[in-house]
């Protein structure tokens, strides 16, 4: 069972950075993993953001992120980043942490086995 917390949400004006963090713990091959950030506004379907294999670092981008947000990760810590810049208003959402066993990196949330509680971020115009 793997266990995900998000944490580095909050509300800053466009054209601003957050970092988001999620740290993972209680999977015992966790290398095996892929871990993706996926957020969801108000309203809304949630929507993919990034992803990365833990395994050897290979990533994706939703077309929406590219070029703003990069996806990360800490093999010490066990933990997984999510560089966001030039932040637009319609960035503003619950951003979410999840996981799957597996090598390939999918952008389907229903691929995914675990996740984390999400975290706010918003941006003001």
């Known amino acids: 069972q793997v266990q995900l917390v998000e944490s580095g949400g909050g509300l800053v004006q466009a054209g601003g950075s957050l970092r988001l963090s999620c740290a993972a713990s209680g999977g015992s091959t966790i290398s095996a993993y892929t871990m993706g950030w996926f957020r969801q506004a108000l309203g809304k379907e949630r929507e993919f953001v990034a992803v990365i294999s833990w395994r050897d670092g290979r990533t994706d981008y939703g077309d929406s992120v590219k070029g703003r947000f990069t996806i990360s990760r800490d093999t010490a810590k066990n933990t997984v980043l999510l560089q966001m810049k030039n932040l637009k208003p319609e960035d503003t959402a619950v951003y979410s942490c999840?996981?799957?066993?597996?090598?390939?990196?999918?952008?389907?949330?229903?691929?995914?086995?675990?996740w984390g509680q999400g975290t706010q971020v918003t941006v003001s115009s």
């Open positions: 999840a996981a799957r066993d597996g090598a390939a990196l999918m952008r389907g949330d229903k691929q995914y086995n675990y």
